[in-house]
Structures are given as C-alpha cells and as structure tokens.
C-alpha cells in the first residue's frame, strides 16, 4: 500500500520522494517527543541534598550522598484525573517566596513531598509532623535528618486553604520547604515522580 508522502512525492525526480519522507519522519518525532514531555512524562534533575536519601544530588555539593544526581520522571497528565495524595513525592514549580531557596536549586522546578491536603492542619513539634492532631508515620526521614522550624513558618498559618498543599523534603535539617515559604498552590503542581532512570544502579520505580 501506498502512504499519503508517497502519493504527494508522486513524480518527483530522486532523490527527493527519500529527502521528503526523511524530513516528515523526523518533524513527525520530534512533535511526538515534545509533546510527551509537555502533556505526559518529564524527565527531571535532583539538584539539592533536599530530598536526601530518598532521591540523591551529586557530591561534592553540601549534602549530597551520590556521584551523580538521579534524574527522575514524574507524571504530567495524572493530576488531570485525580487529586494528589499525601506522601507524594511531586515536581512543583517553584512559587515565587521560594525562588532564592537553596540558593537557586532546582530553578523553575522543586522536587518535594506532599505532607499536608488542602483543609489539614499542620503542626510540627521537636521535628514531629501532626496532621489534624495526630501524628504522621513518616518511615522516609531519618530521626537525625529532623528539625523544627514551627517557630518560622510563615503567617503562623497551620491550616491549609482548600487548594493547598504543603510541601517538605525528606533531609529536613537541609529542605527550604513551605516550612520556610508556605503552601504551594493547586496549579503549581506538575506530577508525581514515578521513577528514576539514571544513574544506571538506581534505576527503579519510585
């Protein structure tokens, strides 16, 4: 069967039919690859000890436990199906208090994770997250990666609002997190990460 570049490059002398096909091939992937990125998955950068040891940054930057940063996917299109769940950990842009945190890692994008819904009450205590009064399991931070920083946060606001949601890294002593800027809106959130794919020993769902 004949394609339609066959039939538009019917009687056109070589080499062009070969050039013409060649050339809609590659504008035809590169669409396809942009618009993965845009509307379905992204690759992301870990370029803070923030997150540490859930998801590594390269040393010799302060913090970082590995020699390259794990690059991770998060998915784009999910939040258009379902609300976010707590525990997440989500790639956010970067609200506007917060574009000077960790002098500028991370740049239009933070990778944290989701304490706190739109309606909870956050309260921290000796380095303890309680969640509308009670304690929140958190197996991901470690006891000597804690701290408290209640006395900071901004507006001496606990409750979140109804599009809210509140943001922390899992390396507490070393996140600049909604502890230090507040919640992050609905629509900063891009997706979850679901993934790393580089380097090649961390390979893995997350």
């Not at 509307?39 to 950068?45: E, L, T």
């Not at 040393?59 to 020699?67: F, I, L, M, S, V």
């Not at 999910?78 to 890692?105: D, L, M």
């Not at 919640?183 to 959130?189: A, E, I, K």
Request: charged share 20%; proline share 11%.
């Amino acid at each position: 069967m004949r394609g339609p570049i066959d039939r538009i490059t019917e009687g056109l002398p070589p080499p062009w039919p070969t050039i013409i096909d060649w050339v809609v091939t590659i504008v035809v992937a590169v669409g396809a690859v942009l618009a993965i990125k845009a509307w379905v998955v992204n690759p992301y950068r870990i370029p803070s000890s923030s997150m540490e040891p859930t998801l590594h940054c390269a040393q010799p930057a302060a913090g970082c436990q590995a020699k390259f940063s794990d690059r991770v996917l998060a998915n784009r299109f999910i939040y258009h199906f379902r609300s976010p769940h707590r525990g997440e950990i989500v790639v956010f842009k970067t609200p506007q208090k917060a574009e000077q945190c960790e002098n500028g890692a991370g740049g239009e994008t933070f990778v944290k994770r989701i304490i706190g819904l739109p309606g909870d009450t956050i309260k921290e205590t000796r380095g303890t997250i309680f969640i509308n009064g009670k304690q929140l399991n958190e197996p991901y931070v470690k006891p000597a990666e804690r701290d408290d920083r209640s006395g900071k946060w901004p507006q001496g606001k606990p409750k979140l609002g109804p599009h809210e949601y509140f943001m922390m890294g899992d390396n507490r002593a070393s996140s600049c997190d909604s502890r230090d800027w507040g919640p992050v809106p609905r629509g900063n959130l891009i997706g979850p990460v679901f993934a790393v794919y580089w380097p090649p020993q961390r390979i893995g769902f997350r």
